[in-house]
């Protein structure tokens, strides 16, 4: 399934990953952890940029755009610490990625094909979740509520490519879209609800999962669709 440079940029990528999570546990790397997390969504724009060369326009373009603002929501979010207005910006920035990652995933929606009850199964997890935040989110609430519509309509969107694209793509940015989702409700939980157990390494591998599905997903269009 995967090519020999794609192969080769995983090995990359895993590694990268592999080092900001021993980074994040040793308290004397701490420094190191500035160039390491914001390096998983770099090499990412490094990559698809060289692999992307038979994208259309549109879908390069919004996907790199995704991918921007992920790094800068990654950037944002080390210096929550500061201030909490870098917490704000950092979820403005992804909420901005998942809207371009939207656009994306809605290229190849399939007009024929019914959402009802996969949107009733996200409502029911957002519902649940909600019900966990809301007594910690104080004057987050709306923000929190507007970022949790906007993830879950991104994970719909990839949803909704079924039988628009070869399967491969399909399942690679639909299993992305709601490790997405996985990741930022960890986050939530652990930052509005209580303290979750190694967190810092729950979020970021199904976040750096997430990332790098949905970009492997989005590249393997150029195989089975050159007309996107």
Do not use: C, W
Not at 69 to 96: A, E, N, Q, R, Y
Not at 123 to 132: K, P
Not at 165 to 185: H, K
Not at 187 to 193: D, E, G, I, P, S
């Amino acid at each position: 399934m995967l090519t020999k440079t794609e192969k080769h940029f995983s090995i990359l990528f895993f590694v990268i990953v592999l080092i900001e999570l021993l980074i994040g546990s040793l308290e004397s790397f701490q420094s190191l952890h500035y160039f390491a997390k914001p390096a998983i969504v770099l090499s990412l724009i490094l990559f698809f940029v060289k692999a992307s060369k038979s994208l259309s326009k549109f879908i390069k373009n919004l996907t790199l755009l995704a991918l921007i603002f992920s790094l800068f929501g990654d950037i944002l979010l080390m210096f929550v610490d500061k201030s909490p207005h870098f917490f704000t910006f950092g979820l403005v920035s992804f909420l901005i990625a998942h809207i371009m990652y939207i656009m994306v995933f809605l290229k190849h929606r399939n007009r024929s094909m019914s959402f009802i009850g996969f949107m009733i199964f996200l409502l029911i997890y957002a519902v649940g979740l909600f019900y966990l935040l809301k007594d910690g989110l104080g004057d987050m609430l709306v923000p929190v509520i507007i970022y949790m519509l906007v993830i879950l309509s991104m994970s719909t969107s990839a949803y909704l490519r079924r039988a628009k694209v070869e399967n491969v793509s399909y399942y690679l940015v639909l299993f992305g879209a709601v490790l997405f989702m996985i990741s930022d409700s960890i986050l939530a939980l652990n930052k509005f609800y209580q303290t979750i157990p190694m967190s810092n390494f729950s979020i970021m591998i199904t976040y750096a999962l997430a990332q790098y599905l949905i970009i492997l997903g989005i590249l393997k269009i150029t195989v089975t669709n050159s007309k996107v």
